[in-house]
């Protein structure tokens, strides 16, 4: 089966803003876009439902950032020298 692909006029990339650079196609399941100047591609389900969420799992929950205490410098503060002596 051979897969047609077409421009889509005034269409812009989200990526690169390029105008006229989209191409659409689709299959079965899925209706696909991609930017022939920036390789941008995205795709979208034909009946409409959003994308099927990953389960969150210790392995695929995003990481923490590490908070770290910054340094901070000392002053030193030399008692002034006295006159009287």
């Known amino acids: 089966m ?11 990339c989200p990526r690169c803003a ?10 079965e399941v899925r209706e696909y876009r991609e930017c022939v100047k920036c390789g ?11 994308e099927p969420k ?6 695929t929950r995003p990481a923490q950032p590490v908070e ?4 901070q410098p000392i002053k030193f503060v030399m008692p002034a020298k006295r006159k009287d002596k």
């Open 2 to 12: 051979t897969v047609t692909k077409r421009f889509v006029a005034g269409a812009v």
């Open 54 to 59: 990953e389960v969150e799992t210790r392995v």
């Open 18 to 27: 390029a105008m006229d650079a989209i191409r659409m196609y689709r299959d």
């Open 68 to 71: 770290t205490e910054q340094a």
């Open 40 to 50: 941008f591609e995205d795709s979208l389900r034909l009946d409409g439902r959003p």
